[in-house]
């Protein structure tokens, strides 16, 4: 097979498109990837995660289970049958390359192996054992034997493509057919992460083998939850609040911008003991405009703070939002902008339901978002995880998502003031066999004092 035919084989020949994925078509992709004997999804969160109360990372899980970790990789190999693979070369996957501030990791390589760091590729064969490639970083340190209880084979490996290129020799795929994660329009990466010359070089070495680009096998694993899962976005919602609850008691007028970042990152690693995947709050914009930074900025009386939160356990995240106006006197149209906020959490939260799409329970938002002048169809969902899931709102092929029992993600209706500042209140949440259920337990009210 030539380079050529090995780069342009059309992904929609993989099996499920990014389309069918979003539309919720072909391979029964819900039933067959989450099959626990009992659910999970509708349990009440454990009391150590209601509102207020203290955590710290003793009490987080310690690491994902092998059984959880063995259910991805059947999954994983389900759909890689359907697709007539018979081994998948996954890459690192990164959510935000510009933004560098972003939680280490990423969300394919460390969803197949549940380890942050400090692995850089997996070769998982459609039968045998699966394996890891990564420097000698791993040597001694916890994530070593983490690997080695898992089953999973570690290499120590200096040049990426010898390390592919040995593995899927000893494995016997020389003439085989092969899916490669993340070479072209992956979520969030459409040009991909997979170096040029890591690539040619594999694909020199096996020119009987068949190469295929598949940017969306691991998405269609990874967009429905296990009860496992779903219990770690629990305590990841739970951490975030935490963090906006630090944010309550230190934005005021005058203090900076950076010293309360500071004190909801540390109120975060002190929760989780992980890093927060995502940190932004800024006044005058969206919170998602400081790019994750702390910034020498001064709050001032009148500002309205807005941020995406999202504390970190095991590596995963989702967020929580919660605006608050600093001082007095707020912008004028604060109040009723924090109100159709709220409002419009409530409402969407009441639509969700199994078989509905992320349409239908974006009406109420669109509905005020016209109403108030703005355009609809903007962005209001954005899915938890390793930050490569669907986000967007009614239109386009996210508004086509058929949402399924044991997805996972935040509502964050968003309204702009006069001024540039937003309002937004947003919770994650947790679709259920019959509705859904939030994952966080702080009041969803416009006046922090009240939550």
């Not at 697709?83 to 394919?108: F, K, P, W």
């Not at 609809?376 to 949402?403: C, D, F, N, W, Y």
């Amino acid at each position: 097979m030539s380079n050529q035919d090995a780069r342009s084989e059309d992904q929609g020949k993989n099996g499920v498109t990014r389309r069918a994925l979003l539309q919720g078509a072909s391979l029964g992709v819900a039933a067959s990837l989450v099959s626990p004997a009992v659910s999970g999804w509708s349990q009440a969160p454990p009391a150590a995660a209601k509102a207020g109360g203290k955590l710290t990372p003793s009490q987080m899980p310690q690491a994902w289970s092998v059984d959880e970790i063995h259910r991805r990789w059947q999954a994983t190999r389900d759909q890689m049958k359907a697709a007539n693979y018979d081994c998948l070369i996954v890459c690192q996957h990164h959510s935000g390359e510009m933004i560098t501030e972003r939680q280490d990791g990423d969300a394919d390589v460390e969803y197949l192996t549940g380890i942050t760091l400090p692995l850089k590729w997996v070769i998982l064969p459609l039968d045998g054992k699966v394996t890891a490639l990564s420097t000698n970083q791993i040597r001694r340190e916890p994530e070593e034997k983490l690997a080695q209880d898992r089953g999973i084979e570690v290499k120590i490996i200096d040049v990426w493509s010898k390390g592919i290129i040995d593995s899927l020799k000893e494995k016997g795929l020389a003439s085989g057919r092969i899916g490669v994660t993340n070479l072209v329009d992956s979520s969030r990466q459409t040009e991909g992460e997979v170096a040029y010359t890591t690539y040619d070089r594999v694909l020199k070495a096996f020119p009987q083998a068949k190469f295929v680009p598949d940017a969306e096998i691991l998405d269609r694993v990874q967009i429905v939850r296990s009860p496992e899962e779903v219990a770690v976005f629990e305590k990841s919602v739970a951490t975030g609040e935490l963090g906006l609850r630090a944010m309550f008691a230190t934005a005021h007028p005058g203090a900076i911008q950076r010293e309360v970042w500071l004190a909801m990152f540390n109120a975060m690693v002190n929760a989780s003991g992980e890093r927060p995947w995502r940190l932004s709050i800024n006044t005058g914009g969206g919170g998602n405009s400081a790019l994750n930074r702390p910034l020498e900025k001064v709050l001032k009386a009148g500002d309205v703070l807005s941020q995406e939160c999202t504390g970190t356990v095991l590596g995963f995240g989702t967020q929580v939002n919660h605006s608050i106006a600093i001082g007095s006197p707020a912008p004028p149209d604060w109040a009723d902008a924090a109100k159709d906020s709220v409002d419009t959490f409530h409402d969407m939260l009441a639509l969700v339901a199994p078989g509905k799409t992320v349409a239908d329970i974006c009406a109420p938002y669109d509905k005020r978002l016209v109403a108030r002048g703005e355009r609809a169809g903007q962005l209001v969902i954005h899915s938890g995880g390793g930050g490569t899931m669907p986000r967007g709102g009614s239109t386009g092929e996210v508004g086509k998502l058929v949402l399924k029992a044991g997805m996972v993600f935040d509502i964050k209706p968003n309204f702009t003031l006069k001024d540039g500042s937003t309002a937004q209140f947003g919770d994650s949440i947790v679709i259920t066999e019959t509705g859904a259920r939030r994952l966080g337990t702080r009041k969803m009210v416009v006046d922090p004092q009240q939550t």
